[in-house]
C-alpha cells in the first residue's frame, strides 16, 4: 500500500461521513507533509511524518501546552503515532509571510498580535516540561556554520588562526545565550509559522519547542528568514514586546539596551545556524531553494558582528571569506 492510499484509508476511520479528497497543503524542511481535506465549508488538516523519519509525539505535546496557553495552535483531533498521521484543525491558509509581502501592507499589527501572543505563551512556562535548549544544543546548531556553510558550500578549511577566532566567537556567544533567563522556546517563531486567524495569530510548526533564553523567539520573529526590514521596524517592535513582557512579569531586563544586546547575540546564534542547516538542505537533502536566502542571513550576522568589539575578529573573518572588505562599525 503506498503512503497516499495508507493515509485515506486511515482518514476513513477518522471522518467516516466525509468524502476525503486529500489536496498538498504544505511541505517544510523536514520529511512532514501537509494536506487538506475539505468536506463543503469544513476543513482539516493532515500531517503525514513518516515514523522511519519523524517522530509526531513532541507535536501532540506542544500542541496541547499551546491549548493550555489559550493560544491559537492546530487542535489534535485524531492520531496513529505508530504509522506518523495526526487529523488537525485547520488554522486557514493565509501566512504572516504571504500577508506581509502584499503591497501597502502594514506590519505593524500584526507583529503586535505576535508579540502578544508569545508573550502568552512565555507567562505559561515552567521548567522540566520541554527539553532544555542547554549548551550541547546550543554548540551543535553552531557548528553547522563552519561544518556545512563554510566546508561544505564555500569550500573553505579554517587554518589554525581563523579556527580560534571562530571558537572564540562561539564560547562568547554562549556565554551570553545561556546567562538569558529561560522560557517556553517555540524555535521558529517566523512569518512562515504563524497564521492569519481568529484570533490572531494562528501558530504552527511548533514540535521543537525547548526551554531556553527569553529573547530566541523575539529574534526570530523580527530578523526573519523570508523578510527583512529596516532597523526601525525591528527595533520598533521589539520594544513593543519587550514593554509587554515587562508588564506580564517575565523576566527581561529592565534596561532595553541590555535586552536588545540579548537579542541580537541570541540572534546571531540562529543566523549561524541557519546558514548551515539552509546549506545542509541543499546538499545532503536536494532542497536547493533554500540557499537563495543566505545573503539576508550573512547580512544579519554581519551586522552584529561589526556592532561588538568583541566580535570584531570574527567579522573580519566574515568579510575575508567573500573578498568584502570589513565595514567600519559602532561598538559596545
Not at 537579542?263 to 539552509?278: A, C, D, P, S, Y
Amino acid at each position: 500500500m503506498d503512503r497516499l492510499t495508507e493515509i485515506e484509508t486511515w482518514l476513513r476511520t477518522c471522518l467516516p461521513d466525509v468524502a476525503a479528497k486529500l489536496e498538498p497543503a504544505s511541505a517544510d524542511a523536514s520529511f512532514r507533509r501537509y494536506f487538506r481535506v475539505r468536506d463543503g465549508d469544513r476543513s482539516w488538516i493532515v500531517m503525514d511524518a513518516p515514523p522511519e523519519h519523524e517522530d509526531c509525539r513532541p507535536f501532540v505535546h506542544v500542541a496541547g501546552l499551546m491549548a493550555e496557553a489559550g493560544l491559537h495552535a492546530p487542535r489534535v483531533l485524531a492520531q496513529d503515532l505508530d504509522r506518523g498521521l495526526l487529523l488537525l484543525t485547520d488554522l486557514g491558509n493565509t501566512t504572516y509571510l504571504t500577508a506581509l509581502r502584499e503591497p501597502g501592507v502594514d506590519p505593524i499589527p500584526l507583529f503586535d498580535a505576535a508579540s502578544s501572543a508569545l508573550v502568552q505563551w512565555q507567562r505559561s512556562s515552567r521548567e522540566g516540561v520541554l527539553p532544555p535548549y542547554d549548551e550541547a544544543l546550543l554548540r551543535r546548531e553552531l557548528m553547522l556554520f563552519p561544518e556545512w556553510y563554510l566546508g561544505r558550500h564555500l569550500g573553505i578549511v579554517l587554518d589554525a588562526r581563523q579556527t580560534e577566532v571562530v571558537q572564540h566567537a562561539f564560547a562568547a556567544i554562549l556565554e551570553n545565550n545561556l546567562a538569558q533567563p529561560r522560557v517556553f522556546v517555540h524555535r521558529d517563531f517566523m512569518p512562515r509559522n504563524l497564521m492569519v486567524s481568529d484570533p490572531n495569530p494562528g501558530i504552527l510548526d511548533f514540535q521543537d519547542a525547548v526551554f531556553g533564553p527569553i529573547s530566541y523567539d523575539v529574534a526570530s520573529l523580527y530578523r526573519d528568514a523570508f523578510l527583512s526590514w529596516d532597523e526601525t521596524v525591528v527595533l520598533d517592535g521589539t520594544i513593543r514586546y519587550w514593554e509587554k513582557a515587562r508588564k506580564a512579569g517575565l523576566p527581561v531586563h529592565a534596561d532595553f539596551g541590555l535586552f536588545w544586546r540579548d537579542v541580537e547575540w541570541m540572534g546571531l546564534q540562529r543566523h549561524l545556524k541557519v546558514l548551515g542547516i539552509f546549506a545542509r538542505l541543499h546538499y545532503r537533502d536536494g532542497k536547493s531553494g533554500y540557499l537563495e536566502d543566505t545573503p539576508r542571513f550573512l547580512a544579519y550576522v554581519r551586522a552584529t558582528a561589526t556592532r561588538y568589539r568583541q566580535l570584531g575578529p570574527f567579522g573580519v573573518i566574515l568579510d575575508s571569506l567573500d573578498a568584502r572588505a570589513p565595514t567600519a562599525g559602532y561598538t559596545f
